[in-house]
């Protein structure tokens, strides 16, 4: 499991966990990502070992190991509506995400989260377009 994860995208201060006889280590993000951590590293956040209830084997600091969808680049996500609505849908989109985020998505220049995928589509959906919203990629990532 753990090289499927590409830790290089952890993000600064990612909380970590070391409590080793976790019953939920094997499949704890913090657990794996305090496995994997560089050497170069010198102070990390660290979780409370006491969170974890041993009777219930729960812990309100576990975090599953999930994927995400990112997309990148709107150049082209107007192609395919009527040019009657493409103005609207762009302007709904704007308004959502602002001039500066909108342009850094449009350029490539951030990934497009799931919550900012759901403002696009919703948009497109507000205007009558069912169809696919048609970024120009997009990829699985690690959901820290």
Not at 87 to 113: A, C, S, V
């Amino acid at each position: 499991m753990g090289n499927e994860i590409d830790y290089s995208t952890m993000p600064h201060n990612y909380e970590v966990c070391w409590h080793r006889t976790c019953p939920m280590a094997e499949t704890c993000l913090r657990q794996l990502a305090a496995e994997h951590l560089e050497d170069n590293v010198r102070f990390v956040k660290s979780v409370n070992l006491l969170a974890v209830h041993p009777e219930t084997g729960t812990c309100r600091n576990f975090r599953p190991v999930r994927y995400v969808r990112h997309a990148y680049g709107l150049r082209h996500i107007y192609d395919q509506v009527p040019s009657s609505v493409k103005r609207k849908i762009y302007f709904d989109i704007w308004k959502q995400l602002g001039n500066t985020m909108y342009y850094h998505y449009y350029n490539e220049r951030r990934p497009i989260t799931p919550r900012e995928q759901a403002i696009i589509e919703a948009a497109f959906r507000k205007h009558g377009f069912e169809g696919p919203v048609n970024y120009r990629r997009t990829v699985e990532v690690i959901d820290w």
